[in-house]
């Protein structure tokens, strides 16, 4: 044995010698016959291809690694890159590394392109009839219903060449290729019985083989319809989240106009962009393979049962389908209006939570737990037994469903596969083979039984791909319900971005929004109010409440402004007003251009803390590559912390990378003063302050006003302080008329106002006159209460627990002393203030 392997050894290195030895020889004859211009220009090219191949190997390698490190440093300081076509490309962490996603923008003309079909459909069914928003249509299976999907897969699919297309195309070809193994299937499966019958086991193993080995492939068929389902949801979900979002957050301020103007969703546009589009799109990329697949299962095996088991087979199964369709849909609930129901009322229990969350520490100081606590249960008691009533409808239709698509299609199958054997003549190719085998007992129960076995396997996934059918009915009800919701949102937000309020046919209200004709004007260098009515809108299609008639000022660089008034009378309106949050129903508003270095700023009453870094809270709402291209730094950024008195907050908190819950860090005062930091890092031309200073002292407050004056920021501040006025050169006064309602624009310093300090001080002065008399008759007051007056008129002693006479002379005598005090003081402070008006 061991001699053979040796021989068997050297006998193939033999065989390798000589074909080595042959190749050898048939090179050098090519090389030989190559001329020698021939053989350099191929050295020559190989060494440019060896050296072009490492080059460009070097720099994508190099290239590769920058942007790992680029991912890296995004990833870390919360920042994307903005490309030139307008599309924005973030980082996101994956496994060890990062990985590059790139958002595109949706363009304006698409949106104006989407338009018509979110605010003026076709009127059919429902639709468009001119007075009702077809966003307000009940869901259900109707042309509505087909409108709105068809609109919304507008978005989701915007070319066939796109991604979503080619899923689509995917998913389509793994459905085809199911029904096509379900085909194969069904015939190996009577073929095994076949062979099982007749004892032909070589047959019988081989069948078995090709069994497992087709079983195989299939799973991985339906592994893939699985997954390329989740990949169309997923597909889906992202191109209407990107389309909603380019809607939602843009320069039409649409996130604030849509709870706060048109109230068309309600305060529940969160349920609306989270869950309930999640629920659409997975409704959508299932609906799909449950109507797609069942109806080429449908054509494909009703024809081959045609060819099976005739004619007569054929029309019972037809009249079969559309007497089962006719049932159910006549007995079916209206789920898509229950889901549609129950999908708002989830949203008003989540919101409630939201709220709850948002409101922590109030409720807590207030103790309101218990109240909070009855507001959550009656909402979860409601959303219970709405949720009850639909799982009672769902008992008796499921009974319903399962008894006529289980047991009696079942039945009816069964007679359906006996035709061939009862009435061949009528059986198709069944019957025919029926007829032929008729001489051979044991030959035509075997015929018999692949037939029956091949056809209650079609009959099967027949009845399966039938069931899948009617139950779609009432996923379609349901995809209604997520659908209806979808386009309300799109269509109020298309409705809100194109300011299109204005109802046909009918009478719009007075400072309605459909009442809009004034305009604003960006690029002014300065503020300026024309006629302006001082209006609170309220929601669409209501009119708004007039607060102030008309307003008109100009406010230059340089020329700061208070304004100030009672609680009520349309301070903040103002702010509201120029930063577009509120419509200019009438006249003309001028501002200059939104945030930068020559524009305007808006500190809100409430300060707003991101999430992110420390030094995003700074330079927000700039990233770090907006900081970059501004060349500030970190030192530019601890020397504004400085300047706002914030200049410790890097070493408290662990550095500028630091990430927390600062809403819940930093003080109220912190948190007003990062509000300044904000103005220092940006240096606007403008800013506009509403009370931010309400929790900061009154020293740092001082500060504040000068540094952002020092900078050249014109002030313009909301507050009710007086002490304000000093660093400020106007003063609009907010309901100073008779009836409230009227408004007082004058310079800070004038004769009339000093004229008003010493009326005040006049005032104060005969108070402090009079404080003599009040002791005395404090004095007398006191002693007729310590009298105990008996009958006679005799009197008694005070008890011993009633201070004497004496005490409480000295205690009325120190108060008095306190009030002199008080009132020197204050007349020392009006003094400073006209001396500062003075100047």
């Not at 363009?107 to 468009?128: I, Q």
């Not at 049962?305 to 009249?319: K, N, W």
């Not at 059918?469 to 349901?478: Q, T």
């Not at 313009?716 to 907010?734: C, D, E, G, P, W």
Request: glycine share 10%; aromatic share 10%.
């Amino acid at each position: 044995m061991a001699a053979q392997s040796t021989l068997r050894h050297s006998a193939a290195e033999e065989a390798i010698a000589a074909f080595i030895d042959k190749y050898s020889n048939l090179v050098r004859t090519k090389l030989r016959n190559t001329s020698r211009t021939t053989r350099l220009l191929a050295t020559l090219s190989l060494a440019i291809s060896i050296i072009a191949g490492a080059a460009g190997g070097r720099r994508w390698w190099k290239k590769r690694r920058e942007e790992r490190e680029q991912g890296r440093k995004l990833v870390r300081t919360n920042s994307s890159l903005f490309n030139k076509d307008g599309s924005r490309t973030i980082y996101v962490p994956y496994k060890d590394g990062t990985s590059k996603v790139v958002i595109q923008n949706t363009k304006p003309m698409t949106f104006d392109a989407h338009r018509r079909l979110f605010l003026n459909p076709p009127r059919v069914s429902g639709l468009g009839d001119g007075t009702v928003p077809s966003a307000q249509t009940k869901p259900g299976l109707n042309l509505a219903f087909l409108h709105q999907f068809l609109s919304l897969m507008s978005i989701m699919i915007p070319r066939w060449s796109s991604k979503e297309a080619g899923l689509l195309l995917s998913h389509g070809m793994f459905l085809l290729l199911r029904t096509y193994l379900s085909l194969v299937v069904a015939r190996l499966d009577g073929e095994i019985v076949r062979d099982l019958v007749a004892g032909q086991g070589k047959n019988f193993i081989w069948g078995l083989i090709k069994w497992c080995g087709l079983g195989g492939f299939a799973s991985y068929t339906n592994a893939m319809i699985k997954f390329l389902e989740s990949k169309v949801s997923i597909a889906f979900r992202t191109r209407l989240t990107r389309y909603i979002h380019d809607l939602y957050l843009n320069d039409n301020l649409n996130y604030y106009k849509l709870s706060n103007l048109d109230g068309g969703v309600g305060q529940g546009a969160d349920q609306f962009i989270t869950q309930d589009l999640t629920l659409f799109c997975a409704a959508a990329a299932n609906l799909y393979s449950s109507l797609g697949k069942p109806f080429v299962d449908l054509c494909v095996f009703n024809y081959q049962l045609y060819r099976s088991l005739g004619p007569l087979a054929f029309m019972g199964l037809t009249s079969n389908y559309f007497l089962t369709a006719s049932i159910l849909r006549r007995l079916s609930p209206p789920f898509g209006k229950l889901k549609a129901v129950e999908g708002r009322k989830e949203g008003d229990f989540r919101s409630l939570h939201a709220r709850l969350i948002a409101n922590a520490e109030e409720v807590a100081f207030y103790g309101g737990a218990d109240m909070e606590k009855q507001f959550l249960n009656k909402e979860f008691k409601s959303l219970k037994s709405w949720m009850e009533g639909i799982y009672m409808l769902k008992i008796r239709y499921n009974m319903l469903e399962d008894f006529v698509l289980k047991y009696s299609w079942s039945a009816y199958g069964y007679l359906l596969s006996s035709l061939p054997v009862f009435l061949p003549a009528w059986g198709g190719q069944g019957g025919q083979q029926e007829m032929a085998q008729r001489s051979g007992k044991g030959g035509r129960e075997r015929g018999r039984m692949k037939s029956f076995i091949t056809n209650k396997r079609l009959m099967l996934s027949l009845a399966d791909a039938g069931g899948r059918m009617m139950y779609s009915i009432k996923d379609l009800s349901e995809l209604a319900g997520y659908t209806s919701r979808v386009y309300t949102l799109i269509s109020t937000l298309h409705r809100v971005h194109a300011n299109a309020y204005h109802l046909r046919g009918q009478q719009s209200e007075l400072y309605s929004l459909s009442d809009v004709q004034g305009t604003i004007q960006k690029g002014f260098d300065g503020v300026r109010f024309e006629n302006v009515p001082v209006v609170a809108p309220s929601l669409w299609p209501q009119g708004g409440e007039e607060l102030l008639e008309s307003l008109s000022m100009v406010i230059r660089r340089g020329e700061h402004l208070l304004i100030s008034g009672s609680n009520g009378v349309g301070k903040s309106a103002i702010a509201r007003i120029l930063a577009g949050l509120w419509p200019v129903y009438r006249g003309l508003v001028s501002r200059p251009k939104d945030i930068g270095q020559d524009g305007i700023m808006f500190l809100p009453q409430r300060p707003y803390l991101s999430i992110g870094t420390l030094r995003d809270q700074v330079i927000y709402p700039d990233g770090h590559g907006d900081m970059r291209e501004k060349r500030k730094t970190e030192d530019d950024l601890k020397r504004i912390l400085e300047e706002a008195r914030l200049g410790y907050l890097p070493d408290r908190e662990g550095g500028w990378d630091t990430r927390k819950e600062w809403k819940d860090v930093l003080s109220g005062g912190e948190k007003q003063r990062m509000g300044f930091a904000r103005v220092l890092y940006h240096e606007p031309h403008y800013a506009i302050i509403d009370e931010g200073t309400s929790a900061v002292s009154s020293d740092v407050e001082g500060h504040l006003y000068e540094t952002c004056k020092e900078k050249g920021i014109t002030l313009i501040t909301i507050s009710t302080r007086a002490s304000l006025k000093r660093y400020h050169t106007f003063n609009l006064i907010l309901g100073g008329g008779e009836n409230g309602d009227e408004w007082e624009f004058e310079r800070i310093g004038t004769e009339r106002e000093k004229l008003q300090v010493e009326k005040e001080l006049q005032d104060l002065r005969e108070r402090l006159a009079q404080v003599e008399t009040w002791k005395a008759r404090k004095d007398e007051i006191e002693r007729e209460l310590a009298q105990v007056w008996v009958d006679g008129g005799d009197s008694l002693n005070p008890p011993p627990y009633v201070e004497s006479k004496e005490d409480k002379g000295e205690e009325v005598e120190e108060k008095g002393k306190d009030v002199v005090t008080m009132g020197e003081e204050t007349q020392q402070v009006q003094a400073e203030e006209v001396d500062t008006k003075e100047e």
